[in-house]
C-alpha cells in the first residue's frame, strides 16, 4: 500500500468508528485549544476512559484558561485527585499563567513555543499542533508506538528506542485533515491495535503490517528495561492514625504525602523481614520494605490521618496504594 491510500483508509475508519468524546465536540476555536491543552496533558500517562470523568469535572469547575490561572492550588488539586502525577495539574496553571502574560490569552501555534511552556514536551506539543492547529503533525504516543512496532515488528532495544519510532513515523505519510488524521491513527492503536488480542480484521492497515503477516504480536515493552529501585518505608502509627509527610527529598510525587521512606540496596531490602510490595511508576519498577512501627515520631511537615482522611486529602495513589496494604494486615 502506498502512503496515499494508507492515510486514506485511515480516515475512512476513523469517519465510521471514532469515538465521542467530550474533547472532540463542535467547540469554538478558544474552546478547542484549552480542550485539547487539558486532555492533552490529563492523557499523559493516562488511559482515556480514566481521563473522561475527570476532563468533565475539571471543565465544569475550570471552564477556560483564564480561571484556571487564578484558581487557587487546592481547588486545582482537588480536580485532580486520583488522576496522579500532580506535577502535571501544577504545569497547567502555570501554563495558563504564562499563556495570558505572554501569548496575550492565545494558546501559541508555534512547537517551539508550544515546548517552552511548563509541563508540554515532544509528544504534547505535537498532539496540539495537530489536534488544535490542524498541522502535520504525528504525535508519538503509546498507541502510536505500538502499531509501529507491530507493522515494522521492531523487538530489540534500539528498534524500540524513540528515535527510532520517530524515523518510523514516515509510514504514515501525510493528510488533507491532519486534525483528524493525528487523532485517527492513535485511536485505532486505542481501539484496534490493542496491547493484547489486535483486532488485526478490522484493521485498515492490516496489509502493511509484519506482526500481522508472522502473527507474532508480542512486544518489547520500554518498561522491561526500567530500573528497579528498592526503598524501605516507616509506617508510624499513633491511636489509628497514620504519620505522612510532605515530599520534598524525592523527585518523584514532590510536595505530596508520602510515607516517610529511604532508598536501601538490594542487599538491605533482601535481608528485610518485613512485608514487601512492589509499585510501577512509569520509569522505575520500586520494591517497597514496609518497616511498621508502634511509636509515635514528630517530624517536620507530618501530618496524622485516618482511614477517613484518605478520602479527604490529595495523596497520590502511590500513597494509597502503601494505605491499603498496611490496612490489610
Ligand atoms: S494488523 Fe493487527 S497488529 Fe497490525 S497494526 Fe493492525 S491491529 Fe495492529
Known sequence: MNNQSITKEIL?????????????????????????????????????KTVIPYFNNFIKKIPNLKILAKTNDRKLLKCWEGLGYYSRARNLKKTAKKIIKEFNGNLP????????????GEYTSTAIMAIAFNKQFIPLDGNVERIL?????????????????????FFFGKSNRPSDYAQAIMEIGALICKPLNPLCYECPLRKSCLAYKKKDFTLTSKNKFNKIKYFEADIYKSKNKYLLIKNN??????????????????????????????????????????NKKNRKKYLSNSFLLDKDDIKKHILPSFTKKIFKSIIRY
Do not use: C
Open 12 to 48: 475512512n475508519w476513523y469517519d465510521n468508528n471514532k469515538r465521542i468524546l467530550p474533547w472532540r465536540k463542535h467547540l469554538t476555536k478558544k474552546q478547542k485549544q484549552y480542550f485539547t491543552l487539558v486532555s492533552e496533558i490529563m492523557l499523559q500517562q493516562t488511559q482515556v
Open 109 to 120: 501555534n508555534k512547537i517551539e513555543e508550544l515546548k517552552l511552556l511548563p509541563g508540554i
Open 149 to 169: 512496532k507491530r507493522i515494522f515488528y521492531l523487538k530489540n532495544v534500539k528498534e524500540i528506542s524513540k528515535d527510532n519510532l520517530y524515523k518510523k513515523k
Open 249 to 290: 527529598k524525592f523527585n518523584f510525587l514532590r510536595n505530596l504525602l508520602i510515607f516517610p521512606m529511604r532508598e536501601i540496596d538490594q542487599k538491605q531490602f533482601k535481608s528485610s523481614l518485613n512485608k514487601r510490595i512492589n509499585i510501577k511508576m512509569s520509569n522505575m519498577d520500586m520494591k517497597i520494605a514496609i
